[in-house]
C-alpha cells in the first residue's frame, strides 16, 4: 500500500470521507451499547433526569443487586442454560451426522433424502399445523417442543456436508475402508474430529438461536417453572409497571419508577455480558463458518 | 446416447447392485433413521396438516373427521375488514424493511474493504456485528429505555440541547414503522456484511495493480472492480429476500406492538398467531392455517418470479 501522502488528491478525500462514515456507523452501534453500561451504573434519579450522557452519574451497583434479587431470572437463566445445552447437542449430533451420510456417494436413496432437506428450505407447514402436530405428540409445555422441531435446519446441513465433502480428502475413507473401518466408525473416529471448525460453529449457532428464541417458549411452554430467560425478560423489560399497593404515596411510587428505570439497564448488561465474554473465542469460527457457507458446492 | 445405451443393455444387473451397493452401506441408513424420522415427523407431518385450512378442523373430531369447506377459510380472511390493513401493513414493513436492510451491508462492506488501516478496520468489524448476537427481547427492551424521553439517551440528549423533555418517540403510532426497521438496520448490517466481506476478499490483486496503473482512482476501483466481484453473492441473497417479501417475522413485532400502534403494526403473522394460538378457546386452527398457507403461497411464487428474472438477466439463480 502507498503511502498516504503519495496519494492523488481525490483518493485522499475518498479515504478521509470513507473512515468518516465508518466512524459515525462505528459509534451509532457501539454508543447506545456504552450508554446502557453508564445508565446501569448510575443512581436511577440521574438517569431519569437525563443527566448520564457518557459516564456513569452518582457510581452504585444497587441496579445490578436489585436485579439478582429477582428469583425469575434465576428461574429464567437456568432453564435457558438447561434447554440451550440440550437443544445445541441434539442440534449438532444430528446435523452432522446427517451431513456425514449424505456426503457419502454411492449410498442409494441418499439423493432423496436430500431432496426432502431442501424442500424444507422453501415449504412449511407454518404455525398452526406445527402446534397441532407437536400438541397430537403430547409436547405442549415440555422442553421438547423447543429442542426437537429446529434441531436440523437444511441451511446448517449443507454447510456441514460441504465442509465435509471439501476438507476431508476421500483417500483417507478408501485406506480405512482398505483396513477394515466401518462407515460408522469412519463417522466416529475420522470424519468428526476433523470437522471441529464446523463442529464449533454450529454448536455456537445453536445456542445463540436456544438462549434468544422468544416465540417457541411463549407458545409451547405454560408453567412458569419452566419459561425461560427471554420470557421474564420481557415482562420486567417491556410491560412492567409497578404495583401500587394501598397506602404508598406518590412520592414512593415515583421512586419505584425511577429505580425500575434504572433496573431495566442492568438487565440489560447483566444478558449481554456472557455472549461478550464468549465473542472473542468463538468469534474467528464464525467468520470461518460464514466463509464455508458461501462456497456452496 | 451412448450412456443410454449402456444403462439399458443390463438392466438386471444394474437393478442388482443397486440393492447390493444399498445392503454395503447399511450402518448408513442406520444413522439416517433418527433425523429423517424427525424431519418426517417435524416438518412434513405439518406440510400435510395443511389439509385443515380447506376444513373446519376441531379438536375434538381430528384431521380426518373434520368436514371440509373448500375456500370457506380463504374467502372469510379476503372479506374480513382487516384484510386490507393487514396486507398494506406487511407489505409497507418489508418493503421498507428490505429497502433499508439489504444495501447497508453491501455499503458496509465495501466501504471496509477500502479502508485503510488495519487495525482500525478490524475493530470497527468486531463492532459491528456484535449486536447480532442479542436477542431480539433485549434488543427491543433496548431500544425502549434508549429512546425514552426521559431515562433515555435521546431524552438525556435532547434536554441537554434544548433544555426541555423531548416528544415522546415510543408513543407515537406513526414512528412504529422507522422503529422497526432501523432497529433491525442497528443490529443485523455488521452481521449481513461479513458474506460479502468473505466475498470481497477473492478479488484478484492484479486486476487493482493494472487499473492504478490505468489510473483508476480507488473510488473507481470499488464501483468497477469489486462491486462486480459480489454481484454472484447479491444476487443469490437477493433472490432469497424477495422470496421473503411477505414474512414479516411475528416475534420483533409482536414485541414492539401495543395498542396505541396496533394500527400500523398488525401483519398477517401476528395475525396468525392471535387467532390460532392467542385466543384461548376460541382459536380458529382453520382460519389461522388457511392465512399462513395464503401467506406462504405468495412467498413461493415471488420467489419462483424473481429467481426466473435473475436467471435471464444476470444467469445466477439458486435453481
Known amino acids: ?133 407437536i400438541r397430537s405428540l403430547d409436547m405442549v409445555n415440555t422442553m421438547w417442543a423447543l429442542v426437537l422441531p429446529g434441531a436440523v435446519t437444511a441451511y446448517n446441513m449443507i454447510v456441514a456436508r460441504t465442509f465435509i465433502r471439501n476438507s476431508i480428502p476421500n483417500e483417507l475413507l478408501e485406506a480405512s475402508m482398505m483396513d477394515g473401518c466401518s462407515d460408522i466408525v469412519y463417522y466416529v473416529r475420522i470424519v468428526l474430529p476433523l470437522s471441529k471448525a464446523i463442529i464449533a ?85 464464525f467468520v470461518k463458518g460464514v466463509m464455508v457457507g458461501s462456497v456452496k458446492g | 446416447m451412448e450412456k443410454n445405451t449402456q444403462a439399458t443393455a443390463k438392466p438386471t444387473a444394474y437393478k442388482k ?40 378442523f376441531s379438536l375434538r373430531k381430528g384431521i380426518w373427521d373434520s368436514p371440509w369447506v373448500g375456500f370457506a377459510n380463504f374467502e372469510k380472511f379476503f372479506t374480513s375488514f382487516k384484510f386490507p390493513l393487514i396486507l398494506k401493513n406487511t407489505i409497507i414493513l418489508s418493503i421498507y424493511g428490505f429497502a433499508a436492510s439489504f444495501p447497508l451491508p453491501i455499503v458496509l462492506a465495501l466501504c471496509l474493504n477500502a479502508m485503510r488501516g488495519r487495525r482500525y478496520k478490524k475493530v470497527i468489524q468486531t463492532v459491528t456485528y456484535l449486536p447480532h448476537f442479542i436477542s431480539t ?16 439517551l435521546y431524552g438525556a440528549l435532547y434536554t441537554g440541547m434544548t433544555g426541555e423533555i423531548g416528544p415522546n418517540i415510543l408513543g407515537n403510532p406513526k414512528s412504529f414503522r422507522h422503529l ?54 447479491i444476487s443469490i441473497l437477493l433472490i432469497l429476500e424477495v422470496g421473503k417479501i411477505l414474512s414479516v417475522g411475528a416475534e420483533r413485532v409482536l414485541l414492539m406492538q401495543n395498542t396505541l400502534n396496533m394500527q400500523y403494526s398488525e401483519v398477517i403473522s401476528t395475525y396468525v398467531y392471535k387467532m390460532g394460538i392467542a385466543s384461548g378457546a376460541s382459536n380458529d386452527y382453520s382460519f389461522s392455517t388457511a392465512v399462513g398457507l395464503f401467506n406462504s403461497v405468495v412467498n413461493f411464487i415471488l420467489l419462483i418470479v424473481t429467481n426466473k ?9 439458486i435453481f
Not at chain 2, 428474472?309 to 444467469?315: C, E, L, N, T
Request: glycine letters at 4%; one cysteine or more; a positive charge.
Open chain 1, 201 to 285: 460453529v454450529n454448536t455456537l449457532n445453536a445456542v445463540v438461536s436456544q438462549w434468544n428464541s422468544y416465540m417457541s417458549p411463549m407458545i409451547y411452554l405454560n408453567d412458569r417453572n419452566k419459561m425461560t430467560l427471554p420470557i421474564f425478560l420481557k415482562e420486567i423489560l417491556l410491560n412492567s409497571t409497578i404495583e401500587v399497593t394501598e397506602g404508598m404515596d406518590y412520592l414512593e411510587i415515583a421512586k419505584m419508577n425511577e429505580r425500575m428505570a434504572s433496573m431495566k439497564y442492568a438487565i440489560i448488561v447483566m444478558t449481554m455480558v456472557p455472549i461478550l465474554i464468549l465473542y472473542p473465542f468463538i468469534q474467528k469460527y
Open chain 2, 137 to 152: 427481547v433485549v434488543m427491543v427492551g433496548l431500544l425502549f429505555s434508549v429512546l425514552s424521553n426521559r431515562s433515555g
Open chain 1, 1 to 133: 500500500m502507498h503511502k498516504f501522502r503519495y496519494l492523488s488528491w481525490n483518493d485522499k478525500v475518498f479515504y478521509i470521507v470513507n473512515a468518516l462514515v465508518l466512524t459515525i456507523f462505528f459509534i451509532m452501534v457501539l454508543y447506545p451499547c456504552i450508554f446502557v453500561v453508564s445508565a446501569s451504573l448510575s443512581e436511577g434519579m440521574y438517569v431519569n433526569n437525563g443527566k448520564v450522557v457518557l459516564f456513569p452519574v452518582g457510581f452504585t451497583w444497587e441496579n445490578y443487586s436489585m436485579a439478582l434479587s429477582m428469583e425469575v431470572i434465576w428461574i429464567g437463566f437456568f432453564n435457558s442454560v438447561k434447554y440451550a445445552a440440550i437443544g445445541a447437542f441434539i442440534s449438532v449430533s444430528m446435523t452432522m451426522t446427517v451431513a456425514y451420510a449424505l456426503s457419502r456417494d454411492n449410498v442409494p436413496g441418499n439423493k432423496v433424502v436430500m431432496f426432502l432437506y431442501l424442500v424444507t428450505m422453501f415449504f412449511s407447514g407454518g404455525l398452526i399445523p406445527t402446534y397441532l402436530v
Open chain 2, 180 to 233: 422497526y426497521v432501523w432497529s433491525d438496520v442497528w443490529k443485523n448490517t455488521g452481521y449481513a456484511a461479513v458474506i460479502y466481506i468473505a466475498a470481497l476478499a477473492g478479488v484478484d490483486v492484479s486486476l487493482h495493480q493494472s487499473a492504478e496503473i490505468d489510473g483508476a482512482s480507488r473510488f473507481q476501483r470499488m464501483i468497477y472492480i469489486d462491486l462486480p466481484t459480489i454481484m454472484p453473492s
Open chain 2, 17 to 56: 447392485s443397486v440393492w447390493k451397493k444399498a445392503a454395503a452401506r447399511w450402518q448408513i441408513y442406520l444413522l439416517l433413521i433418527l433425523p429423517v424420522a424427525l424431519l418426517l415427523i417435524f416438518n412434513y407431518a405439518p406440510m400435510a396438516g395443511v389439509v385443515i385450512a380447506f376444513k373446519k
Open chain 2, 309 to 317: 428474472i435473475s436467471d435471464k438477466i444476470s444467469g445466477n439463480a
